[in-house]
């Protein structure tokens, strides 16, 4: 992970909600349609852990993306995410919406985005992060950028480092070990 700004762990210990897009985050960005139309996406289960450990330590997660798919709405169900804002044209006017759902403060939020849709939501949020691949004009905009590529475990990476900031990282390793 690298952190751009020399106070970001006092950022990461704020943090109450993660705030994820899902085309280019979640998934690798791409689109897969079947031979009836139908559209899936493939997750990384790596996220999928990362998002339960931060979850069960008492931080929220939230869906906010352009798209809408059958395949997001079932993993969110399988995760536990419960807060998803699907075929949103405009991101950031969603986020007092998101923030009165939640119940958080905006300073509280991290938000995890990739493309030129994701700009306006990130100047709003407490922390924004860029995935490795991400636009240049997001990874210029982030306070951090992932080592890994949207799809590939980038999201893991974020939910990781909230809970290292936070003091749950031992606490959540004693489970497996």
Not at 20 to 31: Q, W
Not at 64 to 85: E, M, Q, W
Request: glycine share 10%; charged share 30%; hydrophobic share 40%.
């Amino acid at each position: 992970m690298n952190f751009k700004d020399p106070k970001i762990e006092n950022k990461l210990k704020q943090i109450k909600l993660l705030l994820l897009d899902v085309d280019g985050v979640l998934t690798d960005g791409s689109i897969i349609y079947d031979d009836n139309g139908i559209e899936t996406k493939a997750f990384n289960v790596r996220d999928g852990l990362g998002i339960r450990l931060l979850r069960e330590s008492g931080i929220e997660v939230c869906i906010v993306t352009g798209r809408s798919s059958g395949a997001l709405h079932h993993r969110c169900k399988n995760l536990g995410i419960v807060h998803i804002f699907d075929n949103v044209r405009n991101k950031a006017q969603v986020m007092d919406s998101i923030l009165e759902k939640t119940g958080v403060k905006a300073e509280e939020v991290a938000f995890v985005g990739d493309d030129l849709l994701d700009l306006q939501l990130m100047r709003k949020v407490g922390l924004s992060v860029a995935v490795a691949d991400a636009h240049d004009m997001i990874i210029k905009n982030a306070y951090m950028v992932t080592s890994k590529k949207g799809g590939t475990g980038a999201v893991r990476e974020v939910c990781e480092a909230i809970l290292k900031a936070q003091g749950l990282w031992e606490r959540n390793l004693k489970r497996f070990c």
